[in-house]
């Protein structure tokens, strides 16, 4: 019997691949599989400029790319197409790429005789026509804007001006302008708008194909430089792992001789976790198994068994595809005459575990056409509990702002980053809420943590150790992150770098030698005499402590060792010197021993691996270690809480599951990105597009991108089904208050159907006794008087501000009605355009308002927006902006409510700072017009030859600028 993976069975075939099919596919003969192929990456970049600037076309293509977007989004583009590159390749084999993205003249057939979209516009009679009677329409209008707009349309027409009939007929966003309906010829206008419409949208379809174009030939060029780098190297990736074994299962004489040897070897075939697979492996293993069918492969083919849930399907960011899945359960069932069997009981979820399971993905099925979920049964017979832990107040803008914050010396004192602050915050009510499961029974092994991202289980594992609980991150971790690794970095740091005394101070505090900090002050005050590195006054053995003797003689005896052997070897000498492993199974706690020690034999590992062993030198371990990239060994200490992302938990269990940070909104449109259609029973991808923005996609995606973002909606909600699931009897959700409002997210799902925390304690031993399935509501009393959970901590409120150490604008009264007032009206100008029925009740929680308070602060910012002051946010206005922007000035930190620049006739270059005040005389406060001549000050500062000019936009709808 064999258990490989995928790649496993693909590299054994291509090991036996006969030589001319290697070399046609372009790979060396002898070869090295590169399992991570980051290392290649990195060496390709060169190669890729340079073989830019040796061609003239490609560098045309390069400098327009990075002159429309800039280099930074350039990159960006490239490193998404050298992501695909195996997508790219296929594609671009059947002419794909060049037919994802077509010309706006083809997308936009009544438009296919003119040169460009502007043309098409303007120069076309009747269109020219339909223009004029729209500007002659709004002319007449009794309203000043609408007559406004008609005479700027006319003058835009006469002149030749697009985007400034853009501008008459849009908005800076893009969309229709709102024109009364009753209007004489209002009908030509929105005709004219229609018009306008299809314009602007034959414009971007213009730029798509242009950048589509010239991103096509950079990729082909970028992934031609990767593969003779692999080829230069000798080495081979799992891409071209994949490739080879598709080509030598589809080939029609290899696949044959393919199909021979597999036959010899392979009776059964069962592929677990099928949802995760590809389209290029299911193009391979379909190739394969299409061999058999009809009367001539009858009795050979092997029996096949998939296994898999596409409910399940959570790595699309590794090509996993779950219509895959589809594709293969149509083949198995058409084309091997297999039988589909179908699975919705479980033996693992209390009752009100799988109850919330069923609720919530029923509401997905009905809101979010989230098919293929049919209601779970369980044969637990526990009835289970969900509570949901209180949420974690994000607290007042303000308490961010530098004018806020006492001084901090930035040497010594690193910044508090909000975020991380209310990361740790929650860590910390989590801790709690487990501390007290464990005090209660529990095993601290049958807690599992889960979160999206693997940087919220840090600040968690740290709170956890500090109630002295074990918890270990029981995903893939890099090896220099590990604690003990670090301080074995830092020895060899100074052993090769003797100047570097923080890395001196964290191995002598390190088990390594085991110093107090009273040591570690003695040789600080030594240095302030002799201003030498701390590693030459441990030479000078006068001068020294007792506890500091000998340490010097030890450092010079192992730097000596690093300085005359390979790294390995004088590493392996320092281990058995210092009798390292010894001391550091001393100091580890007894859950993390066994991860300790795997750790640092693996840091020797990693020195033999490098370069052979005998070829690096020290600098360079030095430098390979804390470049990282090297993964931790995996190992399992028993008696730890796990912590775990929800990718890293598929397929695991707990007798407690927590969820952390539930309530994130959704992710923003990406940007510089690829746009792939790949359908499951497709030999190659469909369609290839290189994207700008997806908020801003051509017309010819569109429907692409539509499903591709319903697919990521589907994943998301994959991802809240695996996390629900791995609870065996208690899942607690825990939150942070998001930055900005949220409909769809897990919190909201879930929070419905959970008990508020605290309560009692809701981990029971199973019962014999079993529940009556789908009964929850006699969940609390089936657990009642197991546990008695204690109330949570209130958590450590943060130290007070010195009101008198505030700037005089900072001093009212925060909690003020009219305070709250004014910071929910520069939270909505923050935000910008009108303000939707969401952004008012994220306001309202958020500062605490009433109904008539939400609704002032609202009317506020809309007379800003509309006020003389509107052109701020005009984007044709524009040529940069900015909302509470931090500056320092000679020493004072300022933020400023908005920074502008204008582009428009007149004021081109021009700098505006603005602030917003719903006060109506703002002007007559000479506070407030000093610290406004402040901010102007700065700005000049930043841009000397600039002129900058200060203004208030007051509730009035006023600007009354600063001279």
Known sequence: MQIRTFHSWFAALLRNAPVAVVQRLGLPVNYELLEDDKPARALVWR????????????????????????????????????????????????GVVDASVQAFGAQFPEWAGFDSPEQALTGDPANRQLLFEAASALGRASAVTYSAKGAEL?????????????????????????????????????????????????CQQRDAWDYQRRMAR?????????????????????????????????DPVLSGWVQERLDARIRHLMIDEFQDTNPLQWQALSSWLSGYGGAVGAGMAPSVFLVGDPKQSIYRFRRAEPQVFLAAQKFVVEGLGGDLLSCDHTRRNAVAVINTVNAVMRQAREADGYDGFREHTTASGLAGSVVSLPPIPRGRPEAASPLAAPWRDSLNTPRELPEETLRTQEARQAAAWIASQVACGLKPDEVMVLARKRAGLLPLQDELRALGIAAQIGEKTDLIECCEVLDIVALLDVLVSPQHDLSLARALRSPLFGLADASLVQLALLQRKDALPWHHLLQKTELLTHDLHGLGAILMRWKSWLDSLPPHDALQAIYDDGDVLARFAAAAPPVQLQ????????????????????????????????????????????????????????????????????????????????????PGEAAFPQ?????????????????ALAAEQAARQREE??????????????????????????????????????????????VSAPSTEAAPAGDSDNSQESDAGV?????????????????????????EDDDSAQARIGKAMHRLLEWGGASTAAQVAAVTREFVLSPAQAARAQALAQRILAGEGAWAWQADVLAWQGNEMDLVHEGQALRLDRLVQRQDAGHEGHWWVLDYKSADAPERQPALIAQMQTYRAAVQRAYPGATVKAAFLTGRGTLVEVL
């Open 47 to 94: 190669r890729f400029y340079a073989a830019v600037v040796a061609d003239a076309s490609l560098r045309a293509d390069f400098d327009a790319v990075v002159q429309a977007h800039g280099r930074s989004q350039a990159g960006k583009a490239l490193q998404a197409a050298l992501d695909k590159r195996v997508e790219f390749a296929l594609a671009d084999e059947q």
């Open 154 to 202: 006319e003058q835009a027409l006469s002149a030749g001006d697009t985007p400034a009939v853009f501008a008459a007929l849009l908005t800076a966003t893009g969309s229709p302008r709102k024109f009364g309906e009753k209007i004489i010829g209002i009908a030509s206008v929105r005709q004219a708008q229609d018009l306008v419409l299809r314009s602007v949208a034959a």
């Open 218 to 250: 950079l990729a082909r060029a970028l992934i031609a430089q990767f593969t003779l780098l692999k080829r230069e190297r000798g080495w081979v990736d799992m891409n071209d792992v994949e490739r080879a074994a598709l080509e030598l299962l589809t």
């Open 595 to 678: 991860a300790v020690l795997a750790n640092l034999r693996a840091l020797l590992s990693v020195a033999l691996d490098l370069d052979g062993g005998r070829y690096a030198t020290p600098y360079g371990l030095v430098r390979a270690l804390k470049a990282g990239g090297t993964l931790a060994p995996a190992t399992v200490s028993e008696g730890a809480v796990r912590l775990l992302t929800i990718h890293g938990a598929k397929g695991l269990e707990a007798e407690a599951v927590l969820l952390l940070d539930t309530d994130t909104p959704e992710r923003n449109a990406e940007s510089m990105g690829v746009l792939i259609d790949w």
């Open 687 to 703: 369609k290839f597009a290189f994207l700008v923005s997806e908020s801003r996609p051509p017309a010819c995606a569109a429907e």
């Open 717 to 762: 909600l994959n991802a809240l089904y695996v996390a629900l699931t791995r609870a065996r009897h208690t899942l607690v959700i825990s939150s942070i208050e998001p930055y900005r409002a949220t409909t769809d997210s897990w919190w909201q799902r879930l929070t419905p159907l959970a008990q508020p925390c605290p309560l009692e304690c809701p």
């Open 787 to 811: 546990f008695n959970l204690p109330t949570l901590p209130v958590l450590a409120a943060l130290p007070p501000v010195d009101v008198g150490s505030l700037s005089p604008g900072a001093r």
